[in-house]
């Protein structure tokens, strides 16, 4: 081992090849993610791997570089940067930063450059360097002290090149790799090379000749007379290739060896920029629980409180802040470890068995005259209700009220808010509880402080986050929508939706004989038996055994992903058994097992969570068990619906889903005639968008058209980009570029609104939608062209998303009042994306098929109407 271990990385490789790995990943803003994810996972292997004393990581300046002056074409064939990847840069230089990790580029140079350079300096002196890339042309680097090492699997593994290594693998030497890149070019770069020369005869040559110099040399020793003929023909193009290929060792940088000196990262600037990205698996393995320290009893104003054995008037007066206290992450019938009550006659501990045994307490809880103030509603209603006691009379939600005051704050704890809003003294859950396998209930006595602390926080913040509310025109969002919504998100929770888990099971039964036969038929089309989830297996029989066409080749291998699969559709009868392969075994695996975990014993029932204050749009979301991801495309991820049942025999499961809600929104904020005038007369708005779009009559639509109609209509709402919508349709970047702008020009109105609501977003920070809920937008004015790209396109989708979301959320209250004033036995049940579901006894139906669409249909007054499809069944597969 030598004295330096410097590590040289290829940032543009590395972040090409997570991008195009990952998943199109997003944190909470709506940032993506997923090419910054997948580097600083490879980053972090690394460092802990190689532990080194030196790192670099080397970036291309642009577009254009010294070679293009030998060869103007040179990289000309390449695709522009998908947006999605470009914006991502900037955060990866960000994350360097945090990593204390020196990162550099040079203008008319190449990232290869500057690691040949760098890499030269070290060989020289007493240095190990290990080189990480997706790209096969820095093989040529490698010598006794320059290890190359190449992304396998995406940039899961990398496969490490010595030079006994590339003797192996090519049968040449490192320095001979430029040769054989000279003979064959790469596409990938543009290089033309010699024609018809690939790897093989090329290698062949090399090892025969030494160098292509001396192979054009001997031209006449060359066997065959049309290899003859194309290296006679093509010698200056092979040399002009093989200088194209050189990475240079003498790029002029302006850094030394010294300069990449690495000292390892301080968790403490990791930790915010991590959060930020929404990266909270990547938390532990950088000691990330700094936000889990308690305070000092320094930094804490002491605090006097009662301990209540006994309730009476006083204790329980009101205007006053209630804290129902389950332990952390433990929701469904949480035990409830305390309760804590501050008002302006003081501070009050009192101990669950005491509150809950307490016919004063209930009579005072349930009484809708007696002002609560609370923290996450949902979750104190729900504790109560397993007791019990039905929660009313609360007027003010500090979770709900700081999520309303700022959405990319969500999911803080008392704690949080309060440190934001200028009081300090308030210990997290983490630091109270403990984490993972320590976390447990305290002491009575640090658990006491700890809830009239918590308690005494939300009393000082009332009046506070109110007055925010109304100076941003949201306190009626907040009162008359989110707040009542959040006793009607506690009473379906803790309704819950029965499950026939016999059904489930059998379903089960019936997945794993379907996957057998699936997988017999797989084999046989193969012709060989090999494992269906293996990739590499799979990309052996797929591209080399059957001979498909490689859609996405790795530096290393083909890929088996499953957009790749479904590009091959149609050249195979095997992808298509493939595909379905897989989504039944994840069906068996992550659905039917799964639900059968969570079925309650006692009500078998799924009492699923809903997060009101999570998404920045507003949407609710749904965990524990997640039933707004069972997938519906394929018949029998449907079918899963057929467990979801009604509780009581003669009941029936009802439906109702909002059709189309979000572009008919678009419809109304836009204003645009076109748009407007589908919804009015009750059109199929796909085949209107491409009759305009293709300026064709209705009988004139193909299915493919309206298929394109759809794409664009749907991708509009979420800001799709020429890119999205190529992987979307699977065409090509310039039709679906060129798709969009005949759009917009069909759609002026459309196009304005987009133009406008970017414009007012600058000057304001911050888009709204028509029931004023926000969401703030800083880097609308970023000097950075991808973050504020970025920011432009959330600017105009999120007033379309939010306001879908709060018109759901406004049929949700209004459907529960309306329940209750008719006095029906009918309940709701389930909110997933646009769909309302009950659970209805029979004589109810007639009555629930009229009043359901009316309620939902009258949520919110809109330019365009609101139109909801209802059906219902003995199951929710039936109600569809």
Avoid at 300 to 310: D, G, L, Q, T, Y
Avoid at 612 to 620: H, K
Avoid at 759 to 768: I, L
Wanted: glycine share 6%.
């Amino acid at each position: 081992m030598l004295a330096n271990k410097l590590i040289l990385i290829d940032g543009n490789s590395i972040a090409y090849r997570a991008f195009f790995a990952l998943p199109l990943l997003n944190n909470d803003k709506g940032v993506y993610t997923n090419a910054v994810y997948g580097f600083t996972t490879m980053l972090l292997k690394i460092l802990e791997d190689e532990k080194p004393s030196h790192v670099l990581v080397a970036f291309d300046a642009g577009k254009t570089t010294f070679r293009h002056k030998t060869f103007t074409e040179y990289k000309g064939g390449r695709q522009k940067t998908p947006s999605e990847l470009s914006e991502q840069f900037p955060l990866i230089r960000q994350l360097l930063d945090g990593f204390g990790i020196k990162r550099y580029e040079l203008e008319n140079y190449e990232a290869d450059d500057i690691i040949g350079t760098l890499s030269s300096q070290a060989e020289k002196g007493d240095w190990d360097v290990k080189v990480f890339t997706g790209d096969k042309d820095l093989l040529q680097l490698v010598t006794e002290n320059v290890e190359v090492a190449l992304t396998r699997k995406g940039i899961s593994e990398v496969e490490a090149y010595d030079l006994k290594q590339v003797e192996e693998r090519y049968g040449i030497n490192p320095n001979q790799i430029i040769d054989m890149k000279g003979l064959m070019g790469d596409p990938s770069d543009n290089i033309p090379g010699v024609p018809g020369v690939g790897e093989k005869t090329a290698i062949k040559l090399i090892k025969q000749f030494g160098t292509l110099e001396e192979t054009l040399e001997s031209i006449d020793q060359v066997s065959g007379a049309k290899l003859k003929e194309k290296l006679a023909d093509n010698k200056e193009q092979a040399l002009m290739s093989k200088q194209l290929a050189t990475i240079t060792h003498e790029a002029p940088i302006e850094i030394s060896l010294n300069d990449s000196v690495y000292e390892g990262y301080k968790s403490e600037q990791l930790i915010p920029l991590f959060k930020d990205l929404g990266f909270n698996s990547l938390l532990e393995r950088i000691g990330g629980d700094s936000g889990a320290e308690q305070l000092s009893e320094q930094e804490k104003e002491e605090i006097s409180f009662e301990k209540a054995e006994e309730l009476n008037d006083e204790i329980l007066s009101t205007p006053a802040a209630l804290i129902v206290e389950t332990t952390p992450e433990t929701y469904h019938k949480a035990p409830v470890n305390g309760l804590a009550i501050v008002n302006s006659n003081g501070k009050y501990y009192i101990p669950a068995e005491k509150a809950l045994s307490s016919a004063v307490f209930k009579e005072w809880a349930e009484n809708d005259t007696k002002t609560k103030y609370v923290f996450d509603a949902k979750r104190a209603y729900v504790a109560l209700d397993w007791n019990g006691i039905s929660l009313k009379g609360v007027e003010f939600d500090l979770m709900i009220a700081s999520y309303l005051l700022d959405p990319s704050e969500s999911g803080e704890d008392v704690a949080g808010i309060a440190k934001r809003y200028g009081i300090h003294d308030t210990d997290t859950e983490e630091a109270v509880y403990g984490k993972g396998a320590k976390r447990k209930v305290p002491e009575e006595e640090v658990l006491a402080e700890h809830l009239v602390r918590k308690a005494n926080a939300i009393f000082a913040l009332q009046d506070k986050l109110a007055g925010l509310l109304k100076e941003n025109e949201q306190y009626e969002l907040f009162a008359d929508l989110e707040l009542p919504l959040s006793l009607v998100l506690g009473e379906m929770e803790t309704t819950g939706v029965k499950v026939d888990a016999g059904r489930l099971q059998a379903m089960g039964q019936e997945l794993t004989e379907q996957l057998k036969t699936l997988e017999e038929e797989i084999h046989e089309l193969a012709g060989v038996s090999f494992n269906i989830n293996s990739p590499k297996q799979l990309a052996e029989i797929l591209f080399e055994k059957l001979n498909l066409p490689a859609i996405k080749k790795t530096k290393t291998g083909y890929s088996t992903s499953v957009d790749v699969l479904e590009k091959l559709e149609g050249k195979h009868e095997i992808i298509r058994k493939i595909l379905v392969y897989r989504q039944l075994g994840k069906l068996s695996s992550t659905y039917i097992e799964g639900l059968l975990k969570v079925v309650d014993e006692d009500t078998h029932k799924i009492h699923t969570r809903f997060n009101q204050a999570l998404t920045q749009t507003g949407r609710l979301s749904s965990t524990e068990p997640n039933l707004q991801n069972i997938p519906i495309r394929l018949e029998a991820g449907r079918k899963i619906r057929q467990a979801f049942v009604a509780s009581k025999p003669g009941w029936k499961i009802l439906a109702a889903d909002y059709s189309q809600i979000e572009l008919r929104v678009l419809a109304h904020i836009s204003q645009d005639e076109n748009l407007m005038e589908a919804f009015k007369k009750e059109m199929d708005v796909h085949t209107k968008t491409a009759m305009d779009v293709f300026h064709v009559g209705t009988d004139e639509v193909t299915s493919e058209m309206r298929r394109h109609a759809k794409a664009v209509n749907f991708g509009i709402v979420y800001g799709i980009s020429d890119y999205g919508l190529s992987q979307s349709l699977n065409i090509t970047r310039k039709e679906a570029g060129e798709f969009i702008e005949k759009y917009l020009r069909t759609f002026p109105g459309v196009k304005e609104y987009m133009e406008s609501v970017v414009r007012q977003a600058k000057q304001d920070g911050y888009v709204s939608t028509l029931m004023h809920r926000r969401r703030y937008l800083p880097e609308i004015t970023s000097r950075n062209f991808n973050l504020r790209s970025f920011a432009e396109r959330t600017a105009m989708n999120t007033p379309i998303q939010g306001t879908a979301a709060d018109i759901i959320k406004k049929a949700m209250v209004e459907m529960d009042r309306v329940l209750k004033e008719e006095k029906l036995k009918a309940s709701m049940l389930l909110q997933v994306h646009d769909e309302l579901i009950f659970e209805v006894p029979e004589n109810e139906i007639d009555k629930l098929c009229s009043m359901v669409p009316k309620v939902m249909e009258s949520a919110l007054g809109l330019d365009v109407p609101l139109k909801v499809d209802l059906d219902y069944g003995d199951t929710w597969y039936d109600a569809k």
